[in-house]
């Protein structure tokens, strides 16, 4: 290994604290905390998890989390009018719906009907409109968090030859859209790619998020490139990235972990939008930059 290891963790907790310094100013301005609601449908135990360490660390930055669990058999009407109420509420910043829903819902019309200013996991196409066109709204958790680690390691990313393996609304496109905003020369491959290390071998940057574990090999990269793996697989060895790490962090210059990476900077992200979005619903000033 003679790749850094990118400690995300790190960072994470350090993004948590600072938006936690700024809660109390938001106190004194409105009276109230920001406030997040998770909605949970059905009981995947991985999403359980997630969205029980998304509660606590809403509290521990001192906001108020909200949170809903409805049974796996919950229909269409039923969540949707969840959400008009979410909608409604003054106490509620933000709504994070967690994903995947049971097949029985259709989540792209659940989505569709979360207020895209409270929309903090910035999954309404309003948000993905705004993005791509560079007005401001929400940017999804993971990619503004992977562009955060990128720019601390590398400062400006401007002319670097940027490869995105993955296609996702949540991932992959807004990466891309991220690091064309940043002047990086971008390329968007997939699964489908014919001849992945041909892209590969000029990436200064390279974020993996194509849910196949051990997809990209270190002898594919250019060496000393800044590698952002975004996967999280569950194999009978434990959790494991999108990379090959050991082949890749032999060649890289740095690269994330999995776990300790990208994963903790999903949720620090999502409270840092909410803090965003309590802000820009009561009109109250936050150098947003400075977070
Ligand atoms: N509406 C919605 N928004 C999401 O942001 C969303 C979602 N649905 N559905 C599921 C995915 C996944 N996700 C993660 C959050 C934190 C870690 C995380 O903290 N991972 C740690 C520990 C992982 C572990 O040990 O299980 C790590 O990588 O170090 C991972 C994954 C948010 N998601
Ligand atoms: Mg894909």
Same mark, same amino acid.
């Given at each position: ?13 350090? /993004? ?6 700024r809660v109390p100013t938001f106190r004194k301005a ?5 406030? *997040?609601?998770?909605? *949970?449908? !059905? ?7 997630? &969205? ?20 796996? @058999?919950?229909?269409?009407?039923? *969540? *949707? ?11 509620? @910043?933000?709504? /994070? ?17 979360? @207020?895209?200013?409270?929309? &903090? ?42 490869? %995105? ?20 020369? %971008?390329? %968007? ?28 090999? !270190? ?38 972990? %999995?776990?300790? !990476?990208? !994963? ?6 999502? /409270? ?12 109250v000033?936050?150098?947003?930059? @400075?977070?």
């Open positions: 290994m003679s790749a850094a290891s990118i400690d995300g963790k790190a960072f994470a907790a350090g /993004l948590r604290a600072r938006i936690a310094e409105t009276g109230r905390a920001p406030g *997040l609601a998770v909605v *949970l449908v !059905g009981e995947d135990p991985a999403s359980a998890v997630y &969205v029980r360490s998304k509660g606590k660390q809403t509290r521990e930055a001192g906001m108020e989390s909200f949170e809903h669990k409805l049974p796996a @058999d919950t229909d269409q009407a039923t *969540l *949707l009018s969840l959400v008009e109420q979410l909608n409604m509420d003054p106490a509620v @910043d933000g709504i /994070l719906v967690q994903l995947p829903l049971p097949a029985h819902i259709d989540a792209d019309e659940v989505l569709l009907r979360i @207020d895209p200013d409270k929309d &903090v996991d910035g999954f309404h196409p309003v948000n993905a409109g705004r993005l791509a066109t560079g007005l401001p709204g929400f940017v999804p958790c993971t990619p503004l968090g992977c562009l955060m680690l990128l720019e601390d390691r590398l400062g400006d990313l401007s002319g670097l030859d940027a490869v %995105v393996v993955g296609r996702s609304n949540i991932v992959g496109k807004p990466m891309a859209a991220l690091l064309t905003a940043k002047s990086c020369t %971008v390329t %968007v491959a997939h699964s489908r790619t014919h001849n992945l290390p041909h892209y590969l071998r000029h990436a200064d940057i390279v974020v993996a998020a194509v849910g196949r574990p051990h997809f990209v090999k !270190g002898e594919w990269l250019k060496p000393g490139a800044t590698v952002i793996d975004v996967g999280i697989n569950r194999t009978e060895n434990g959790l494991t990235g999108d990379v090959d790490f050991d082949s890749a962090a032999s060649v890289a210059g740095a690269i994330t972990p %999995v776990p300790g !990476g990208v !994963g903790p900077m999903t949720i620090a992200v999502l /409270l840092r939008n909410t803090l965003v979005a309590a802000h820009r619903r009561e009109g000033a936050l150098e947003e930059g @400075d977070i």
